[in-house]
């Protein structure tokens, strides 16, 4: 007898100013067994404390609220060692590209806008609860357009000089948003050492996780505009 599979519940907390937008996402995220909404904020001063308090696996921050924007409230979460296993995934009416930019410097997980279908939403409470970044393909342009935009000098250049040409090509298909399977599959590499690249670009860049290597991907000018 084939035994069905048993996925671990995902928990998360949401924050948005909005009621009727908390109820509609909790409706969304819960039509399925494996994620559970555990708690709700409607600001994100309220949204750290819950956090804090629940240590969810993965929060569905707004960008927009009162006492606490949802970019200050992520990098308090972020700055919190004892919250080091919470994922954010900034959720979002506002695509201009510097909220997109601003929000994965803070050290979200994610960016989706709330017009996402509600498959790709579970799918992305999925892969941010299981360590990965994500960028909906709809905002990825977006990012490119404020990187090329930045003032700011490229001085990420000299921290990828000692990378091997293999682990330059695993951290520019990270840039282009591909998960560790795709990433396996375009350089003809098993899984598990695509996952080893992952990790050793992680420690070999001092960067805090997958999105932070997206960012240095852009801005070494390994994947542009």
């Known amino acids: 007898m084939i035994r069905p599979v048993i996925r671990p ?89 510097e909220h997109v930019f601003e929000a994965i410097r803070s050290g979200a997980a994610g960016y989706l806008l709330k017009d996402v279908a509600p498959a790709e939403l579970r799918r992305a409470v999925r892969v941010v609860a299981a360590g990965e970044a994500l960028l909906d393909p709809g905002v990825t342009a977006a990012v490119l357009r404020a990187v090329a935009a930045s003032p700011a000098p490229r001085s990420g250049a000299d921290r990828i000089a000692g990378l091997t040409e293999r682990e330059r090509e695993v951290l520019q298909h990270l840039g282009r948003g591909l998960t560790n399977d795709e990433i396996a599959r375009e350089l003809y590499l098993s899984p598990a050492t695509a996952r080893t690249y992952v990790s050793r670009l992680l420690a070999r860049l001092g960067a805090r996780d997958r999105a932070a290597l997206v960012i240095l991907a852009y801005e070494t000018g390994l994947v542009r505009p």
């Open 9 to 97: 519940v995902i928990r998360i907390v949401l924050v948005d100013d909005q009621e009727l937008v908390r109820a509609g996402l909790r409706s969304l995220a819960e039509s399925e067994d494996d994620i559970e909404v555990v708690g709700e904020a409607a600001d994100g001063r309220s949204g750290v404390s819950r956090v804090r308090e629940l240590r969810p696996d993965v929060v569905l921050m707004d960008v927009r609220m009162p006492r606490l924007d949802g970019l200050a409230a992520t990098r308090e979460i972020v700055a919190d060692p004892a919250l080091a296993d919470v994922r954010v995934l900034i959720l979002t009416t506002f695509d201009e590209d």
